[in-house]
């Protein structure tokens, strides 16, 4: 048995300086010394956003805390009928591994029940328990997520927590939308699009391969997004817009990922290979 336990111009820039500092002195002149600190921060969210939206990742693996727990949807058009798929679970961003509870509303298994899902996520494979589709109830399914056309950021139900961050490494055009609140956490609100090449590119060796399967097998390279990031740097939520096509038609997925709770102890035991599934697996009912 295999056990992976983790704890968690110049006279152009002349110009634009004098218009800072006039917006500074204002804000200061109203709200002290805060307000100065508040307008100083926004404008250097704004001169930085591509840059600080790349170093997500990294953020979020770096030294200190480097797990969360993590609430993921993901919702598409199925039938003309919005279909969303939930999930629940933490994940350790160092070692790239986490694990999630997935549940399918009653017209994607087909039934009005289905026992969720249990998913393993560690660099380069998913496994997964009560996946049905003809799987014994007992037994895991193990997907090695290099091979998937969508490096799985789609089929799983769930994006990787850790690749829907690396993701951001491909940002450009990146536009810093303001300050919000998100569970009593002020965040910063930016919108951009990711590349899905320069990401793989750029990302770190776990995340590397499945990216590179994505940016060749979705339809589109440029993935949209919306990132909001504390006053850390860390990566609180992300909402990624996917266009992927397996069969027929294109279809738009959207995927949103939330991070609280950093600090939390993550464990994750991978099953003993007597106890994986290898018999064909029904992939229309799935």
Request: charged share 25%.
């Amino acid at each position: 048995m295999v056990v992976q336990q983790h704890r968690a111009g110049g006279g152009v820039r002349a110009v634009r300086a004098l218009a800072v500092a006039g917006v500074m002195a204002a804000a200061a002149g109203c709200a002290g010394d805060g307000g100065a600190d508040r307008a100083a921060a926004a404008a250097d969210a704004r001169d930085g956003a591509v840059e600080v939206v790349r170093r997500a990742a990294v953020v979020l693996a770096g030294e200190g805390v480097s797990s969360a727990e993590v609430s993921t949807s993901m919702e598409t058009a199925a039938g003309g009928t919005l279909v969303t798929i939930r999930g629940t679970g933490a994940y350790d961003f160092r070692a790239g591994s986490g694990r999630l509870k997935v549940v399918l509303p009653s017209d994607v298994a087909g039934e009005k029940e289905h026992r969720p899902i249990t998913e393993l996520l560690v660099p380069g494979a998913l496994y997964m328990m009560n996946r049905g589709a003809g799987v014994p109830a007992d037994k895991w399914v193990r997907i090695d997520t290099t091979a998937l056309k969508d490096g799985n950021l789609v089929t799983g139900g769930v994006t990787d927590p850790l690749a829907a961050a690396e993701l951001l490494r491909g940002a450009a055009a990146v536009t810093y939308v303001g300050e919000t609140e998100l569970a009593g956490v002020t965040v910063r609100h930016y919108r951009g699009t990711a590349d899905l090449g320069r990401a793989a590119r750029l990302a770190a060796p776990g995340s590397r391969a499945s990216l590179a399967a994505a940016a060749e097998g979705l339809r589109a390279r440029a993935v949209p997004f919306d990132a909001y990031l504390d006053e850390e740097g860390r990566l609180r939520k992300v909402r990624h817009r996917f266009s992927f096509a397996n069969e027929g038609p294109a279809a738009e997925v959207v995927s949103t990922t939330l991070l609280y709770g950093f600090g939390v102890p993550v464990t994750v035991r991978l099953p003993d290979e007597r106890d994986i599934y290898t018999g064909e697996i029904e992939q229309g009912r799935a």
